[in-house]
């Protein structure tokens, strides 16, 4: 994964853990616009999610976060 991208990752998740607390869940659309602009990052995103680590729709922030920051 891109460290841009692992770096904007980590980011939204300490935004979201701030604005609601530390067992808010997201998706990894949380990560991008309502507009696919990106559409090579989205899927970057989508397969480290999906088929990478088989991880479900809804994932709590600081487990994302983690995962993150443990380079996975």
Known sequence: MREALRQ???SV???KIHAKGETVGL???AFFAN???DP??????ATW?????RLDHFEKA???KQMMQDGL
């Open 8 to 10: 904007k990752i980590i």
């Open 13 to 15: 998740c300490d935004t």
């Open 27 to 29: 998706s990894f659309y």
């Open 35 to 37: 507009k696919n602009d």
């Open 40 to 45: 090579a990052l989205l899927m970057e995103a």
């Open 49 to 53: 999610w999906i088929q990478t680590h």
């Open 62 to 64: 600081q487990k994302i």
